[in-house]
């Protein structure tokens, strides 16, 4: 299922959330914004969509993605 109006899907809500429980939603999405923009690599930013959509992302993978703070670092 799919948010209509920002065009993500429930199971990248269920990611921020994930990641950043204790932010304001936009706060998480600029953040999860920002890495995906800071992905250089389409290949590597359409594993993590895939995996964020099947519900499969490691915990390192988590890690690494908290580790963005909206500066690209």
């Given at each position: 299922m799919t948010?209509?109006?920002s065009g993500r899907s429930d199971e990248l809500d269920k990611l921020r959330i994930m990641l950043f429980p204790n932010l304001a939603p936009e706060e998480g999405w600029?953040?999860?914004d920002s890495a995906f923009d800071a992905?250089?690599?389409r290949c590597?930013?359409?594993r993590i969509e895939t995996l964020a959509n099947a519900g499969r992302l490691d915990e390192e993978l988590r890690?690494?993605?908290r580790r963005f703070d909206g500066n690209g670092r």
């Open positions: 948010d209509r109006a600029r953040r999860i992905a250089a690599d590597r930013l359409e890690r690494t993605l």
